[in-house]
């Protein structure tokens, strides 16, 4: 439901936030880039796709059909208005195939949609007994 106040984050098959600025084009990333922002007019945007999220799609629409019994969607979740923009240029939410009225952008998150906790210069776990000699870390950004 458009008017919905739920929130679902777009996840491909192994739990993974599907990234929609690695789908369209340079000149739209961009205003996705600004949105936090500027909040720019996102309708216009358009599906350009790539190797990894077609894959995705592909595996949510037709993972469950093949006929050896498994199921290779696995835990993905797609919404139906993504699904529709991606193949008809959306024409669920409006009648002139926009980008998804509905749809926000969430930054300060990784992969997996874990809040980003900073940079980490050196990290060690389920280490036992280390000795570290000489290590010099510096010149660390965070840039998500």
Not at 18 to 41: F, G, N, Q, T, W
Not at 68 to 97: Q, R
Not at 119 to 143: A, F
């Amino acid at each position: 439901d458009i008017e919905s106040e739920e929130v679902n984050v777009l996840m491909g098959p192994f739990g993974d936030v599907m990234d929609i600025r690695k789908m369209i084009s340079d000149e739209d990333r961009e205003l996705i880039d600004e949105y936090d922002v500027l909040h720019p007019d996102l309708r216009e945007i358009k599906y350009v796709g790539n190797p990894l999220s077609d894959a995705q799609i592909a595996l949510y629409l037709y993972g469950e059909y093949p006929n050896d019994g498994i199921d290779y969607a696995f835990g993905g979740f797609v919404s139906d208005y993504f699904i529709d923009w991606v193949l008809n240029g959306n024409h669920i939410n409006d009648t002139d195939n926009k980008f998804p009225t509905c749809a926000a952008f969430v930054c300060n998150g990784d992969v997996m949609f874990h809040t980003n906790k900073g940079v980490v210069g050196l990290r060690m776990d389920h280490i036992e007994n280390v000795e570290i000699d000489g290590i010099n870390i510096t010149n660390l950004y965070n840039k998500s």
